[in-house]
């Protein structure tokens, strides 16, 4: 009996262990397959030989965000930061920068998602491909007060239109409409891009590299 009651106790034991480990296992799986935007990935686009899709997030950036507060699109509390590009069709994607008030890319403070349209793959320069899209759409959302007053101030300096903007809210608005020239880097789990501009394009890399979630 005793022998009996040794073994339920093992096996009760071996079930509850097991079934705590394929909990964790679930945990780590849910949590590794959160993304840090809300822009949901679709279709593909191709770069020479290889194909850029899903989402690419660099890593947490605390120098260069940090340098930057207070000017341009930066809110003054910022502290670190993440550039996010999502494939959003076979055509398109979103050109994203996540602002965080800490130096762990924790708490966010804004954001900015660029919405670019008619992606056009050229020829190689390089390992590098050379690109062309438009500017189609723009987003921008404020997390702290500080945030949102700033940025109210920069969207009226740049559009010269007010732009009341809520705390926690997305606010759409369009795109220049401008066609970019760039230069991309694409391998089968990284994204590395050029600095985009209107008339003279780029053919080197000056970006953080992205790694596809």
Request: aromatic share 8%; net charge negative; with cysteine.
């Amino acid at each position: 009996m005793k022998k009996l009651l040794f073994w339920m106790v093992l096996i009760v034991g071996i079930v509850a262990l097991i079934g705590s480990c394929a909990k964790k296992d679930e945990e780590s799986t849910t949590a590794a397959s959160t993304s840090v935007t809300s822009t949901t990935a679709s279709g593909s686009i191709t770069v020479g030989s290889e194909t850029l899709s899903g989402t690419y997030v660099s890593e947490c950036i605390t120098t260069q965000f940090a340098a930057a507060a207070g000017t341009s699109v930066f809110p003054s509390d910022v502290k670190s930061g993440k550039t996010v590009i999502v494939v959003t069709s076979d055509t398109t994607f979103s050109d994203e920068m996540l602002m965080y008030t800490d130096t762990s890319c924790s708490t966010p403070t804004a954001y900015t998602k660029n919405g670019n349209t008619s992606v056009t793959v050229g020829v190689a320069s390089g390992s590098n491909y050379l690109v062309t899209y438009t500017s189609s759409t723009y987003k921008v959302q404020a997390d702290t007060t500080v945030a949102e007053t700033h940025l109210e101030a920069f969207l009226l300096a740049a559009t010269g239109s007010a732009v009341d903007l809520t705390v926690g809210t997305e606010h759409s608005m369009s795109g220049s409409g401008s066609s970019y020239k760039n230069v991309w880097s694409v391998t089968s789990t990284t994204f590395q891009q050029g600095e985009e501009d209107r008339s003279t394009q780029p053919t080197e890399i000056d970006s953080m590299t992205m790694t596809k979630e």
